[in-house]
């Protein structure tokens, strides 16, 4: 079953839907030849359209504390690593060409590490991000690892019967995780998916070049991960020297998998996950949600979230 637009899976479609079946068969495989070996090819292209931060992903650093430490699982280019100077971020990617790019970004460190297993000490962060990576694991159960191995990353806050006897260095509140994922509801986007449309799809990114009849081509790319605003200059061509007159063009296709999630859904995942949303919303054809480490004090799986 085709999603909008009824295409098949096929080069320069702009999305398509995936069978169950398709997911199931082998999720790592699925993964790693339309996700990680996608974002490998794509990487230095893919790096040159991503420059502005989010605007919530910005308050967010810049509400940590002086001297705080922190995670950007799934970093991309690390865009986001040079917004707080007074913090220090581990950044990671399963992209090996995404975390050279991002190594250039100072005194942060950037590894190359999975998502579902995270190479950290458990509740030793006072925060983490994660912006527009967890919808590209195929099944619930992978998508609800990532989200439950960035929590068990957090501190957790120090009851306060016992808080007044410990030293105040000791830690006295929640790490907390900002998470952003591609939502479903994105009617008013140059995609068109909305409610009733298949969540999981395939986004075509187009490389593109022109290239000189006697030279190998360089490439350039288009069509986005992170869900920025609408933007037609996304899909640029090369320039060539002005003396090679005779030029042919050519374009590559590579499809990468999403996971559209719908309302509510993020805040399901996250409750599954063992977190607790503090706060949640939607943003340019996303949505978001500020999580920390579970209480007692959670409302059903079936609500949006809870506030405590």
Known sequence: MAARGGQ?????????????????????????????????????????TRHKPWPIVVNFLRDRQPGAIGLDVGCGNGKYLSVNKDVFMIASDRSTALVEIASTHGRHTSIIADALDLPHRSQGFDFVISIAVVHHLSTRERRIGALSSMIDTLKRAIPEHKFNRLSHLEHQFNGELLVYVWALEQKQSRRGWDKGDAQDVMVPWVLKSETPKNMKSSTSSSQNRESDPPNPALEPTVNVDASQEKTKPSSTTFHRYYHLYREGELEQDIHAAGGCVLRSGYEKDNWWAVVIPSTQRLLPPNLPGTTI
């Open 8 to 48: 098949g899976h096929h080069p320069g479609v702009r999305d398509d839907t995936l069978t169950e079946k398709t997911i199931a068969t082998d999720e790592q495989e699925y993964e790693r030849k339309h996700v990680h070996e996608v974002y490998n090819q794509i990487a230095s292209h893919f790096s040159s």
